[in-house]
């Protein structure tokens, strides 16, 4: 017979004490890799670790979690993929950490791994020891890390426009093919984990694991848990995301995407032909004021060509534009015009 979750929660040790839980405690440990490398762990966020034990609806976290954090010339690391950057081993209570390794989604701190993969020590707590499948284990362990952003989001619509599939079973297959199934197997994974949050509320994923350790079968576990068969839970989760199958491809076609950057393109161009208009008659008016502002005497004018005074009076305030001078127009105590003879 199936319980709700409200009556499941209520069921849980302690739940109704009220205690606030605390973090398990950390056993760190230096494995061929630069000491300094715990630095960038100190201090370990607590509250994060506490949000973690309630997120999987412990009240006791258990023993200490040795934390590992092997060097590259390590036995262990050369028997561990390179785009792995840490693991768990929740039978050991043990998580392994390699620090000089480059970070690949979904985690983007030495710190975030640190997060995810004990929140697969509690989950595995949580769960006392029953299988827990592996997107659901990843997805949980992802939510614990981080919250959810714009990343997620990217990683999700590309998942939908390579067509990726979406029912759960599909995703532990692509977590055991390797670097490039396993990102997208963490996006879906991930989305779908906070699906069933956001569906039938944050507490739903402690409900799913109490009723796990008590029953042992998954998807039983998941429906006494939710009130909702798994595969109704995928299906409303895959037709959420049907709208984003309508507008993702049409927006990473390769013709919305020229013609985008036709577009900026040519407002680039307009811009660029306003501005230079508007310098242009900004030159135009500074000439102007400054030739309004020049004043000749009358000496001055009796030193121009009959002609060149005219244009002056008229107003022109370039005589070189209207009169060619002659050598004889020249007085004798002047030099004469640059390239003329006296």
């Avoid at 976290?61 to 010339?73: C, H, I, K, T």
């Avoid at 614990?144 to 619509?157: N, P, T, V, Y």
């Avoid at 039938?200 to 939710?226: C, D, K, M, N, Y």
């Amino acid at each position: 017979m199936r319980r709700s979750l409200l009556v499941i929660l209520l069921l849980m040790p302690g739940a109704a004490a009220g205690r606030a839980q605390s973090a398990p405690q950390l056993e760190f440990e230096v494995l061929g890799a630069d000491v300094k490398a715990q630095s960038r762990l100190s201090p370990v966020n607590q509250e994060q670790l506490r949000a973690t034990v309630r997120l999987v609806g412990l009240e006791d976290p258990g023993g200490a979690v040795r934390v590992v954090l092997a060097g590259e010339d390590t036995d262990v690391a050369r028997a561990t993929p390179s785009w792995i950057a840490g693991f768990a081993h929740p039978p050991a209570d043990t998580v392994v950490l390699f620090p000089a390794r480059s970070l690949r989604y979904p985690h983007d701190s030495l710190e975030a791994v640190l997060h995810h993969e004990i929140a697969h020590i509690l989950i595995a707590r949580a769960a006392g020891g029953q299988p827990v499948p592996r997107w659901f284990n990843e997805g949980l362990a992802t939510a614990a890390e981080r919250a959810w952003h714009f990343e997620d989001g990217r990683r999700l619509a590309w998942a939908l426009v390579r067509g990726s599939p979406i029912t759960m079973d599909a995703l532990d297959a692509l977590f055991a093919r390797g670097n490039g199934h396993a990102t997208t197997a963490y996006a879906l994974a991930s989305a779908f984990v906070r699906h069933v949050m956001d569906t039938h509320g944050p507490l739903a994923p402690a409900a799913i694991l109490a009723a796990q350790r008590e029953e042992g079968s998954f998807p039983v576990a998941f429906e006494r848990a939710t009130g909702e068969r798994l595969d109704q839970a995928e299906r409303r989760f895959a037709a959420g995301l049907r709208s984003w199958e309508r507008w993702v491809p049409l927006a990473t076609s390769p013709f919305v995407l020229w013609t985008a950057v036709t577009l900026l393109a040519l407002y680039a161009i307009r811009v660029r032909i306003r501005r230079k208009a508007e310098r242009r008659l900004r030159w135009d008016e500074e000439e102007d004021e400054e030739l309004g502002d020049v004043e000749l005497s009358p000496a001055d004018l009796d030193r121009v060509p009959p002609d060149g005074a005219a244009a002056l009076q008229a107003g022109t305030g370039d005589p070189t534009r209207d009169h060619a001078f002659r050598a004889e127009d020249v007085p004798d105590d002047e030099p004469p015009p640059i390239g003329g003879r006296r």
